[in-house]
């Protein structure tokens, strides 16, 4: 499973793959079989629900395509939308980004999200990156704190969250003072032998596979996995992911 896959258009440079059908060719070419997809025009989109009701009409053809909608707290609307889209499309999970949408997962507008998934036990991915900061100088980013994680969490009751994008020093710093959040491996870009490093750590089990693609290279994350010195039931683990 990847839990982290995106459809659609970039506003700053262009894709490749960047439709459903293109992505569907390029996980099979993986033998990844299933996947969380996102629309990318929904970040970006006052009106969120508009772009994810587009992506879930191709999505309807994608069986084993999950959709986990954008909803960001900080708009007015964003009640509004979540609880037409639950009424009008199937919603696998939602996705927040606080990384671009400006607001700390802190903030009052996050917590009061975190108290509603939890009253509807929706899912949640949570995307820490989408791009490098260094890099984003058409898009505002910002790099989320081990403590507003951890008071965010405190605020979650049985659903399942998975930081996506996260930095290996940054899982387990959180892990150490959270132990029920997953974390996906679309972060780990920044080094070698973090699989290992995160194994040695105890979080074999609170792993799982996340590409971004296509806004970066499915091979990255598949290479940082199929080359780690971990048992092979960690690396299958890992692939078959958790069910949100």
Known sequence: TDYSAFCGNW??????????????KLHDKHGITDAYISSFEAIFYTDTFSADCELAKKLSLFPNYRHAICVNPKLDNWRANLDYALKTIDVAAVRIYPCIHAY????????????????????????AYLV??????????????TDECAKF?????????????MKSVEIINLAKI?????FDISGLRDSCFLIEKLSENGL?????????????SISASLTQLTLA????????????????
């Open 11 to 24: 506003p700053f440079h262009s894709l490749a793959y960047n439709d459903i059908e293109s992505l569907k």
């Open 104 to 127: 700390s997962l802190a903030d009052d507008c996050a917590l009061e999200l975190a108290k509603t998934l939890s009253g509807k036990k929706i899912p949640l991915l949570v995307s």
């Open 132 to 145: 490098d900061p260094r890099l984003a100088h058409m898009v505002p980013t910002r790099a989320l704190t």
């Open 153 to 165: 969490m405190k605020n979650i009751d049985d659903i399942n969250v998975v930081f996506c994008g």
């Open 178 to 182: 959270n132990d029920s959040a997953f």
């Open 204 to 216: 074999s089990g609170r792993i799982v596979f996340g590409s971004m693609a296509p806004l970066l």
């Open 229 to 244: 010195e971990v048992p092979d039931e960690v690396k299958q683990s890992i692939r078959k992911g958790i069910a949100l």
